[in-house]
């Protein structure tokens, strides 16, 4: 029962709902013995010649009346309590989808994709169907099954209904030790499912590589591993579940024979009629349905509250980065300068990702950082940008610590074009103004040719309402990479950070963006990262990250002269292109 403690809160806010639902319940559950003991009547008055016709017709009235009023009670029950429950999931799924977005770089670390979709979908289902059926169960077994044993007490004989209902503490007995195991196997039975869930998207996300490597019967086997995993897991719930049904069947039977055998007894002493004995069957089989509703709500009970405690798990994830009370609220202009001592990783504390880097960045200035893969350009970019806070230093953006603004405010300043693009599975018009939906054709079309890209568009069928499926797939890398740095435009950014994001297109389409982007940025601030040198060789400086480490500084004169890694591998890359440009003559 402690899922409705938990759940106390909602069931407050909720409390008129639910008490006109149970309430109909209620009296629902009290008219539903009239009839039993109306036919118990009949029989009798059959039997000692005394129904007439006029006492029949009033005891089908009664036993109409009853089902009419039944009928708009269920009615007013069941749009209550369900309405309340569907209430519920809105309420949670609102609140984890929101509680998703407000999340840092960590917490998606450690949570997979496919896990947080189970628990958005499975486990939300769950708990609403303890705000609906475990509601519904647990009012209608204490209720109805209260109320028909009263009635058999009243209308019938009480020692009859003390003996038929002694095998109901074995019920009790079997409820509690199979829903402590029902609890445990529940839980792991939905964490089976996220893996399940994790393996699809990841397969579905990867698909071209898995093709492309011709690994499609080893992906299939490692996704059946997964799942018979899961069978095995569920196949335990069905098996404690199903252990409920059978015991309660049982025990009802063992009811049904005690009642024939002193039932009969006491017919033939007297103490009760034919008609109160067939009534008081009756009232036996309307406690099947409490009995069962027992099991059940263990089933539903448990369950729910499996997933209210992943879900709460998750909740319960506090975001690393937090705004400080009376945070900057005005736009971020100005000077950019870096002055980091030491930054890890969370998850690799004992290596320094970052070490002693300072610089500064004036406003309207380019910057330039290159270096080898993993050197630690993207780090920079990401302590920037505030997806970790946990560093030794500090970072100033316009003469503030950035750590001093509304993140509404910083990242609203920054127009950032990540490696891993990403496009919306929507038109490509909209994926361009996806910051800015209300931006005018002629700002789509400006930026789309800042780009390089709007001629590439026209061509489409469809123009820019092209629609460029899911991830972009339907676009080349070069058009997906345009169409991104085309979306940070838009949005007018005082920094404007490219992070390798002209890597997917020629030389020549990558000097005619970056000559539209210094003549309509002129006052405002760019930071470039790239391992291709003619991307950064026209930045009033470059500097080169070497193990997280400033080890070359200066613009692109000044650093071919330093005779280092900058001028080694500008070289390598100039007689990459030479040769490349004579095979392509040579085939020409």
Wanted: proline letters at 2%.
């Amino acid at each position: 029962m402690d899922i409705f403690l938990k759940l106390k809160w909602f069931f407050k806010k909720e409390r008129k709902t639910y008490l006109i639902g149970i309430t109909s319940l209620v009296v629902v559950s009290m008219l539903q013995i009239i009839t039993p003991y109306v036919i118990g009547r009949v029989v009798d008055d059959i039997k000692n010649q005394v129904l007439t016709k006029e006492r029949l017709m009033m005891w089908i009235g009664l036993i109409l009346s009853v089902a009419l009023t039944q009928y708009a009670l269920r009615y007013i029950w069941r749009t209550n309590i369900w309405g309340g429950a569907a209430r519920l999931e809105k309420t949670l799924r609102q609140r984890l989808f929101h509680h998703f977005t407000q999340m840092d770089t960590t917490f998606f670390q450690k949570y997979r994709t496919g896990d947080l979709m189970a628990h958005a979908t499975n486990d939300l289902n769950a708990i609403q169907n303890v705000a609906g059926a475990g509601i519904l169960t647990f009012a209608d077994s204490l209720v109805n099954g209260g109320a028909v044993i009263v009635a058999m007490i009243l209308f019938v004989d009480w020692r009859l209904t003390l003996i038929a209902l002694l095998p109901l503490p074995l019920l009790a007995i079997t409820s509690q030790k199979l829903g402590e195991s029902l609890h445990d196997a529940f839980r792991e039975s939905q964490e089976s499912f996220s893996k399940i869930n994790d393996k699809t998207q990841e397969s579905i996300t990867g698909i071209k590589v898995i093709k492309t490597f011709g690994q499609e019967k080893e992906d299939l086997a490692s996704f059946q591993g997964e799942v018979d995993q899961a069978i095995v897991k569920i196949n335990r719930v069905n098996f404690l579940d199903a252990l409920l049904d059978p015991a309660i069947t049982l025990i009802i039977g063992v009811s049904y024979v005690l009642t024939i055998i002193f039932g009969g007894k006491f017919i033939m002493e007297g103490s009760i009629t034919i008609g109160q004995l067939i009534t008081f069957i009756d009232y036996i089989s309307m406690l099947v349905w409490p009995m069962f509703a027992i099991g059940r709500l263990f089933n539903v009970l448990q369950r729910g509250n499996a997933s209210y405690d992943r879900v709460s798990e998750l909740l319960g994830e506090r975001s690393k980065i937090v705004e400080k009370t009376g945070s900057l609220a005005q736009p971020v202009k100005g000077d950019i300068s870096y002055d980091i001592a030491s930054f890890s990783y969370p998850n690799s504390q004992n290596h320094l990702a970052l070490q002693q880097v300072h610089f500064s960045l004036p406003k309207g200035n380019t910057l330039g950082i290159v270096g080898k893969t993993g050197a630690g350009k993207t780090t920079l970019l990401k302590l920037l940008l505030r997806e970790y806070d946990q560093y030794t230093g500090e970072i100033q953006f316009g003469q503030h610590n950035i750590k001093d603004y509304a993140l509404d405010s910083l990242l609203a300043s920054i127009g950032y074009v990540p490696q891993d693009h990403f496009l919306f599975s929507m038109s490509i018009r909209d994926n361009i103004r996806f910051a800015s939906p209300k931006a005018t054709e002629a700002q789509v079309e400006k930026v789309a040719k800042l780009t390089a890209i709007h001629e590439d568009i026209l061509a489409m069928p469809e123009g820019y309402d092209t629609m460029v499926g899911e991830r972009g797939v339907s676009l080349s890398g070069g058009q997906k990479q345009r169409i991104s740095i085309a979306r940070a435009l838009l949005l007018e950014p005082e920094l404007l950070i490219l992070d390798d994001a002209l890597s997917a297109v020629d030389a020549k389409t990558e000097e005619k963006i970056l000559s539209n982007l210094k003549q309509e940025r002129q006052n405002q601030t760019t930071i470039i990262t790239a391992h291709r040198l003619s991307s950064v060789m026209h930045a009033n400086e470059i500097i080169v990250i070497d193990e997280g480490r400033i080890s070359e500084r200066g613009n692109h004169d000044q650093l071919l002269k330093q005779a280092g890694w900058y001028n080694k591998m500008f070289n390598e890359q100039q007689l990459e292109a030479k040769i490349e440009g004579g095979v392509s003559n040579e085939r020409g």
